[in-house]
């Protein structure tokens, strides 16, 4: 199945469909689909994709809404592995996860070194939001790193 031709056939169930679930899942699947139509692909990521999407059998599953979601998520996955993608924010939250944890720890401990009474609380909200804070800037940092190089894959809808 072509890329322009699952455009046009989600485009289709938006118009038919009305409830909010299913216009989420449709637009971000347009908007997935979108950004890797509008991407210089070469011809065998393109025919990857196709042999994916036609895998797939959107149509066929098109009518039950919890499948679709499924399709769609197993097709993004696909696609950031192959074509070496990933999610906008993808590293703002992973960074912050990291931080947070690293922070929470040395916050503990130095909490501990410098009081006995509420040093380790203090240090660890301390720890946890200078790590929060940290992670958060680094992973900001890595995300507009790979949106200059044109590896972030948009799945959600413009305007």
Not at 30 to 46: F, H, M
């Amino acid at each position: 199945m072509k890329i322009e031709e699952t455009i046009i056939f989600l485009e289709g169930l938006k118009t038919i469909n009305s409830s909010k679930k299913e216009l989420k899942i449709y637009s971000s699947f347009i908007a997935v689909l979108t950004d890797l139509k509008n991407r210089d692909l070469s011809d065998v990521d393109l025919l990857a994709i196709e042999t994916e999407l036609t895998s797939l059998k959107i149509k066929e599953k098109a009518k039950d809404i919890k499948i679709l979601g499924k399709k769609k998520c197993s097709f993004i996955a696909f696609v950031k592995k192959k074509l070496s993608l990933v999610s906008e924010g993808q590293y703002m939250s992973t960074g912050m996860a990291i931080g947070m944890s690293i922070g929470l720890s040395l916050g503990m401990s130095i909490g501990l070194v410098f009081s006995k009474e509420n040093g380790m609380v203090l240090g660890m909200n301390f720890g946890m939001i200078a790590g929060m804070a940290i992670g958060i800037a680094i992973g900001s940092a890595k995300d507009a790193e790979a949106k200059k190089a044109d590896r972030v894959l948009c799945s959600k809808c413009k305007g």
